[in-house]
Structure formats: C-alpha cells, structure tokens
C-alpha cells in the first residue's frame, strides 16, 4: 500500500466527473487499499478517487471510532434519499474548513465492493449518511462548498 497525494482546494481536478469503474481487478483493489491508507493517514471519515487525482467512480469511507469499518463502495447510485439534516462537515480537500451543510438524514445506495458484488447498504446514521453524500458528490466533480450560501 501507499499513500496518495490529495488534492487541495482551489485544485480544478477537484471539479473532475469520476467515469465507471468497468472491471473491479487487482489494480482497483489496489487504489482501493490506496485510499484506506490515505484516508486513514489523513484522519478522514470519507474520501474519493477524485480527490486523489484518480478519475474513477470509487469512495471509501470508515466513521467508526475505532476505525474498523471500513466501506468500499464503487460506482455508487443514491436510489433513495430521505429526512433532513444541517450538520457540520469538513474535506480532506479543504484543511481546517468546516461548515454546515444540508443532507439527507438516510440514504440508500447501491454499488459494488472490492469483490465485484453488488451491495446495498441503507444508511441511516447521521454522520454515515453526510459522509456518503459528501464522497458521492466528489465523485460528480461537486463540492461541499457548493451546498453554502455566497454569504
């Protein structure tokens, strides 16, 4: 494993679309172990292929206190969203940025894993949920800045 180079904001490569990931194999695997060290390194909950400069729909994200759960999933769908929630979010890409931005308090989303199966996780814990919003929306070239007001 080795650690990735994160994109600091203003980087434009941070406004990228991820494209599909076409085949889970030993290289995406690879980038997958990539982003966990990263991530984990960076004492993130949640990052994207786009933010390490990788323009492939994959995100990974672990919010437990322990950090021992960590959650794969690749070339995410959002198939349902419900409920509100303000609650305050930061971005690797942005380094002592934090800010309160509107999501959805549940999510359901379906993807892949690392083993190319088709997984469906319905997350209804508050920062889980933020964190699958906020990673999803890297993956479409959206910041968590884009939620605020000009003000």
Known sequence: MSLLHVLQ????????????????????RKIVADMFETMYEANGVGLAAT????????????????RNHP??????????????????????SFPGVWEKVDRASKVTVRALNEQAEVVTHEFDDLLLAACTQHENDHLDGKLFIDHLSPL
């Open 9 to 28: 904001y203003p980087d434009p490569r941070l406004r990228n679309k991820a494209k599909p990931v076409e085949q889970v194999d030993e290289a995406i």
């Open 51 to 66: 933010q390490v400069d990788i323009a492939k729909r994959i995100l990974v994200m672990d919010t437990s206190e322990e």
């Open 71 to 92: 959650i794969c999933l690749i070339n995410p769908d959002i198939i349902a969203r419900e409920g509100k929630q303000k609650s305050t979010e930061g971005c690797i």
